[in-house]
């Protein structure tokens, strides 16, 4: 039994890895400029909250456009849809597995600043 759920961790972090490829991969989608941005610079979390269809996740795509143009790595940005049924079911106490399946795959970027 205990296999089973070292089995399961490994497949969710493999099933990470696999997503971060997949967006790395894919352009991503064109973005109007809007009057309200993102602050790269804060040094600070950003959450961004609202209802459904506001513009959310287009403001974060802006925001991973004007990195990519300021020479940010494209793999230093993580970015995971969660309503993505690949990644259910999402236990807060696994949440750490984003970070370490990132490292793995890409040991390189840990230390950069772009």
């Known amino acids: 039994m205990g296999s089973e759920i070292i089995y399961c961790f490994l497949m969710q972090k493999e099933t990470l890895k696999y997503l971060f490829v997949q967006w790395r991969e894919r352009p991503l989608p064109h973005c109007f400029k809007r ?6 610079d804060s040094g600070k979390i950003i959450c961004l909250t ?7 996740t287009f403001l974060l795509f802006e925001a991973m456009h004007r990195l990519l143009a300021n020479g940010v790595n494209r793999r230093r940005i993580i970015y ?5 049924d690949r990644l259910f079911p999402v236990a807060a106490d696994q949440l750490d597995l984003i970070l370490l399946a990132h490292a793995e795959l890409y040991p390189d970027v840990l230390n950069q600043t772009r």
């Open 50 to 56: 609202g209802i459904r269809r506001t513009g959310k």
């Open 80 to 84: 995971l849809n969660f309503e993505d």
């Open 35 to 40: 009057d309200l941005q993102i602050p790269l």
